[in-house]
């Protein structure tokens, strides 16, 4: 896949992301996208380092949605335990 492709896939897993963890995120929806695209290349990355599964050369694999989308939650999680609630 292209660095398009994992653009594309990085904002649909943040939109997932964000609704499977749904509430009030310290960057908005521009910092929530961000992290959904650095999820996706830190799962796809994860993936093929140290699960032995490579990345597929097409955009509709489900394990590399599956990585995207867990990455995508894993840094939504810490980012919300690092940063808080800073829109209250």
Do not use: C, E, Q
Not at 5 to 26: N, Q, T, V
Not at 50 to 55: E, G, K, M, N, V
Not at 58 to 68: E, K, M, P, V
């Amino acid at each position: 896949m292209s660095v398009i492709s994992w653009i594309i896939l990085g904002l649909l897993a943040g939109a997932i992301a964000k609704f499977l963890l749904p509430g009030r995120d310290p960057g908005g929806f521009i910092g929530t996208t961000l992290i959904g695209v650095a999820g996706a290349f830190i799962g796809g990355w994860i993936s093929a380092r140290w699960l032995h599964h490579p990345i597929a050369k097409h955009f509709y694999d489900g394990a590399t949605w599956a990585a995207a989308i867990g990455g995508s939650l894993v840094l939504l999680i810490a980012y919300r335990i690092l940063f808080g609630n800073s829109r209250d």
